[in-house]
């Protein structure tokens, strides 16, 4: 398969995941046209700082939701083959717009989390942390009597600069830049291809249905599930090394 090779030809790849990562594990993506959650649900009314501020009980329900499923599930063997690629030295980085943690969970250890995390929730008085299990005992009071709110970025938030400084970094050092799952219609994440590919790097998209950005990329693997495409590359490589 072309990825293998491109992947052995590359002194640097950088991987972008989105939402389509993890549907393999049981999580719902955002924009897949059967069943991603904003097909059914409005993002502004649920995740936003609107929604934060004027629709508290929406949001408190849509994350005890997604916090729920997130305790029920596990990062599946792609998330593996990505962590075990590393150690191995054929990745460098993981930059994830996911919040579920599974990259690390699996072993991954260079992961820039862009949109932040689901696994705890923080003060909005005083910033303290605590797990996001404090939301299905219905604890959503800090003991400074702040409200506690998930540590994701809402819709209407700025992304945290250290993630995006080094996300930026690693995309202008990518030789390889694959994106794993992602429509691409989010901002700014979206123009870390273009940045790559701008700085020299060859650019792969795997996702099952067309992005905004397959005209720009050098391959584009459609159709197909990343758990199938990262097990076939791997068994390549294995055959390669
Ligand atoms: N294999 C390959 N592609 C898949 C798979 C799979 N198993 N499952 C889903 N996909 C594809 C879908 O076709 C879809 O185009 O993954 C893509 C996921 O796109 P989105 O749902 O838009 O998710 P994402 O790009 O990560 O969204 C970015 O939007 O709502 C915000 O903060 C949220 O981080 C999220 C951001």
Redesign the pocket.
Known sequence: MLLAKLMLDSKHTVIL?????S??SGLP?????QT???QQED?QRL?STHALQYHREDFISFYQYRIRTLRQCQPHAGHRILADWEARGLIQTVIT???DGFHQQAGSRKVIE??GSLRTVRCARCNQSDESEAYLDDTFSCTCGGFLRPS??L?GEALPAEAVEQAWRAAEQAKLFIV???????SP??QLPLIAKRNGAQLVI??????ELDEWADLVIQN????D?LAETDRELEQRI
Do not use: Y
Not at 17 to 21: F, K, L
């Open positions: 995941t989105g939402a389509g990562m549907t393999e993506d955002f924009r897949s046209v991603g959650l904003w993002p995740a717009q996911n919040v862009l949109h994701v970025v819709f794993l799952g992602s429509s691409l219609q989010v994440a979206n795997v996702n099952l249905e067309p992005t197909r599930k990343i758990g495409v």
